[in-house]
C-alpha cells in the first residue's frame, strides 16, 4: 500500500460527458502528479501541482483540467470526452520538489476509464 | 528530456540473478537515474536511484558506468513476483516529474 489513495477504481462513461477523478496524496506529501496510461501511449505525464499551485505541465489535452486543493488532495477533471480517452489515469505524490529528497514519487493504484 | 534506451522484453528463471541495461548517452551531470517496475494491475513502484555512485538497497542493486552513459539494474535472486515492467528514467536534478520510457517486460520463469 502506497498510501495514495484514488476513486473511482472504475468509471464506464459515454463519448461527451464529463467525470472527475480524486487523488488523496500521501500524508505530509505536498506534491500531486497526474498520469495517463493507454495501451499504445504508455505512462504520460499529464500534470503536477505543488502545495496548491501548478509546478509542471506535460501532455494534458485542454478538455482536460486538474486542482489541488487546501487540504492537498487533488481532482482530475475530463470533459468532452472521447473513445482515445479511455486509459489507466495514476495519481502519484511526493513529498517536495527540491534536490534534497530522493525524488520518489508513491502511486496510487489508478481510476481506470472506460468511455463508451 | 534526455532519453532513456531499454531493451522491450528480458527472461529469467526464479532464483537467478537478472541484470537488466539501461542507456542513456546524453545524460546530463545533474540528471539522477532512477527506476521503476510496475506489475501487473498496478501503478509503478519506485525501486531504486543513484548519481554517480553504485546504489544497493534492500530491491536490488543499481551499478553507474563511470561515464554515466549506461547503468545496470541487478535483481540478485529473481522471484515469480519480479515479474514486472522496468522503467528506467532520468530525473532531472531540481525536479520531480518522471518521463517514463516504454521499459523492459521482465519474465520469469521457474
Known amino acids: 500500500d502506497s498510501g495514495v489513495t484514488q476513486t473511482p477504481k472504475h468509471l464506464i462513461t459515454a463519448t461527451g460527458q464529463r467525470v472527475t477523478l480524486r487523488c488523496s496524496p500521501r500524508s505530509g506529501d505536498l506534491s500531486v502528479y497526474w498520469y495517463q496510461q493507454s495501451l499504445d501511449q504508455g505512462l504520460q505525464f499529464l500534470i503536477q501541482?505543488?502545495?496548491?499551485?501548478?509546478?509542471a505541465k506535460g501532455n494534458i489535452l485542454e478538455r482536460f483540467s486538474a486542482q489541488q486543493f487546501p487540504d492537498l488532495h487533488s481532482e482530475l477533471n475530463l470533459s468532452s470526452l472521447e473513445l482515445g480517452d479511455s486509459a489507466l489515469y495514476f495519481c502519484?505524490?511526493?513529498?517536495?520538489?527540491?534536490?534534497?529528497?530522493?525524488?520518489?514519487?508513491?502511486f496510487g493504484e489508478g481510476s481506470r476509464l472506460t468511455v463508451l | 528530456d534526455a532519453k532513456t534506451t531499454q531493451p522491450n522484453s528480458m527472461e529469467s528463471n526464479e532464483e537467478e540473478p537478472v541484470h537488466l541495461p539501461c542507456n542513456h548517452s546524453?545524460?546530463?551531470?545533474?540528471?539522477?537515474i532512477h527506476w521503476y517496475r510496475q506489475l501487473p494491475s498496478q501503478g509503478p513502484e519506485y525501486v531504486i536511484h543513484?548519481?554517480?555512485s553504485n546504489v544497493n538497497n534492500r530491491m536490488a542493486s543499481l551499478a553507474i558506468a563511470e561515464d554515466r552513459k549506461s547503468s545496470t539494474l541487478i535483481l540478485h535472486r529473481a522471484t515469480l513476483r519480479d515479474a514486472a515492467v522496468y522503467y528506467c528514467i532520468l530525473r532531472v536534478g531540481g525536479g520531480n516529474k518522471l518521463t517514463f520510457g516504454t521499459g523492459t517486460q521482465l519474465k520469469v520463469e521457474l
Open positions: 543513484g548519481l554517480t
Open positions: 501541482y505543488y502545495n496548491g499551485e501548478e509546478r
Open positions: 546524453t545524460i546530463s551531470g545533474t540528471d539522477y
Open positions: 502519484a505524490s511526493s513529498v517536495d520538489v527540491g534536490t534534497t529528497n530522493t525524488g520518489e514519487l508513491f
